[in-house]
T-cell receptor, first 118, second 112 residues
Framework: GAVVSQHPSWVICKSGTSVKIECRSLDFQATTMFWYRQFPKQSLMLMATSNEGSKATYEQGVEKDKFLINHASLTLSTLTVTSAHPEDSSFYIC??????????????FGPGTRLLVL | QKEVEQNSGPLSVPEGAIASLNCTYSDRGSQSFFWYRQYSGKSPELIMFIYSNGDKEDGRFTAQLNKASQYVSLLIRDSQPSDSATYLCAVKGSWGNEKLTFGTGTRLTIIP
């Protein structure tokens, strides 16, 4: 149980294009999803928190107009990197927190999406 | 002062021995504490979480929490080469704060 998927797992794009990353909770409903970014040899940095049906809450220093987050259902959240630039190249990881019990206590991570902007 | 601190390592432990990983945190109001394992190039996977003082055991893993001293540790018994990874300590803050704050991780190498 508590499986989270992400798609795509790898994406290479040209500078200036937009990239959409999907995060799905496959076997549970997620009230809250989180988006992280991880640069090489660094820890996870939270970018934003999204709750189903409401606007995402962004961490300080994260541009909300550049990183668009939509949490349209209890099983799907998307992150769109708009007008991507080489400095946006990173490992993007989502996590999901369930509705109740142990699932509500813990964040379960997706496998991550590697973005390379040329 | 970092909110969650871990020794970055690398920590080398012989196969079959006990690996001990430590983590300290600054927010006394923190409620829940998590250990994740991250293999190179992969996303974190949950090992276990703890929220009460004392020990919590799950198979070869034991988490220990001491809120008075603000530290949490993870013991891995009978270490296996497959345990070689980076171990991330994460702390969830006060009630109502859903965010996890991660340490920088400890790189563990199990030597066959």
């Amino acid at each position: 149980g508590a499986v989270v998927s992400q798609h795509p797992s790898w994406v290479i794009c040209k500078s200036g294009t937009s990239v959409k990353i999907e995060c799905r909770s496959l076997d549970f409903q997620a009230t809250t999803m989180f988006w992280y970014r991880q640069f090489p040899k660094q820890s996870l940095m939270l970018m934003a928190t999204s709750n189903e049906g409401s606007k995402a809450t962004y961490e300080q220093g994260v541009e909300k107009d550049k990183f668009l987050i939509n949490h349209a259902s209890l099983t799907l959240s998307t992150l769109t990197v708009t007008s991507a630039h080489p400095e946006d190249s990173s490992f993007y990881i989502c996590s999901a927190r369930g509705l109740a019990g142990g699932l509500a206590e813990t964040q379960y991570f997706g496998p991550g999406t590697r973005l390379l902007v040329l | 002062q970092k909110e969650v601190e871990q020794n970055s390592g690398p920590l080398s432990v012989p196969e079959g021995a006990i690996a001990s990983l430590n983590c300290t945190y600054s927010d006394r109001g923190s409620q829940s504490f998590f250990w994740y394992r991250q293999y190179s190039g992969k996303s974190p996977e949950l090992i276990m979480f703890i929220y009460s003082n004392g020990d919590k055991e799950d198979g070869r893993f034991t988490a220990q929490l001491n809120k008075a001293s603000q530290y949490v540790s993870l013991l891995i018994r009978d270490s296996q080469p497959s345990d070689s990874a980076t171990y991330l300590c994460a702390v969830k803050g006060s009630w109502g704060n859903e965010k996890l704050t991660f340490g920088t991780g400890t790189r563990l190498t199990i030597i066959p």
